[in-house]
């Protein structure tokens, strides 16, 4: 079986895949009762209670839902009038997680609004969905808005780590070759990076030795992802 090879097979077929690897996130939902003016977190929030025990097989984020903090809920209640432009950064660094998503529920009638703020290492996105004739005190209809809520996360999820093969990103890496045992780990990393799709030495003399990486993704990628294995490059110069 070869990864790569799929991969070019999948891109001629115009489909692009994403790694299979959980993260986590912590889920922040917040119901917005519109008519009343008026906001709840944790207790009373069917959103918070079933998130957690719907979780699918398939569904590659790992949520951390927060505690019942009376601080946190002055804090946010007094961010009321001004909620979907507050960061909620005071309320996230508590938690030591790079991802987070806060979900804005915006209750008026049997009408739904959610705002998702989904934040990652690298990036921010926003995602507004409208869900109508909608009744948060329906438990058969909580179960389907949690359902569909997991899936949007998780597709963007997906998104935001797609491998697209299209992209043949050529870099050159410069390696002192004084320990092999060092050359040989660098060498098994990069073939188990499913984003590489092709490297070979491109010379080498006494002192180093210059790899030639043809890499799936931007460079910013590729120095995130070999930063989680304690690479790091100076990337002043052309060559790294």
């Known amino acids: 079986f070869n990864k790569k090879k799929v991969f070019n097979f999948l891109e001629k077929k115009n489909i692009f895949p994403s790694p299979i690897f959980s993260e986590k996130f912590l889920f922040i939902p917040i119901i917005i009762d519109e008519n009343v003016n008026d906001l709840t977190i944790y207790s009373g929030n069917p959103i918070y209670d079933n998130w957690i025990s719907l979780k699918k097989k398939y569904h590659l984020i790992d949520y951390i839902l927060p505690t019942e903090d009376l601080e946190d809920l002055t804090i946010i209640k007094n961010k009321y009038d001004e909620i979907e432009n507050y960061n909620f950064r005071e309320i996230i660094n508590k938690y030591y997680l ?143």
């Not at 030639?212 to 294995?229: A, H, L, Q, R, T």
């Open 98 to 240: 790079d991802n987070c998503i806060i979900a804005l529920i915006f209750v008026n009638n049997q009408n739904v609004r959610i705002l998702s703020k989904i934040i990652t290492k690298n990036k921010s996105v926003i995602k507004n969905n409208t869900f109508t004739e909608f009744d948060l005190n329906n438990e058969d209809k909580v179960k389907l808005l949690i359902d569909e809520l997991r899936n949007i996360y998780e597709d963007t999820w997906k998104e935001n780590n797609q491998i697209n093969t299209s992209i043949k990103l050529p870099l050159i890496i410069r390696i002192d070759n004084k320990n092999s045992n060092e050359l040989i780990k660098f060498e098994n990393i990069l073939n188990e990076l499913d984003l590489v799709n092709y490297f070979s030495i491109k010379k080498f003399n006494q002192n180093q030795i210059f790899y030639e990486i043809v890499f799936n993704g931007s460079p910013s990628n590729f120095i995130e992802i070999m930063g989680d294995k304690n690479y790091i490059f100076d990337t002043q110069k052309k060559i790294w």
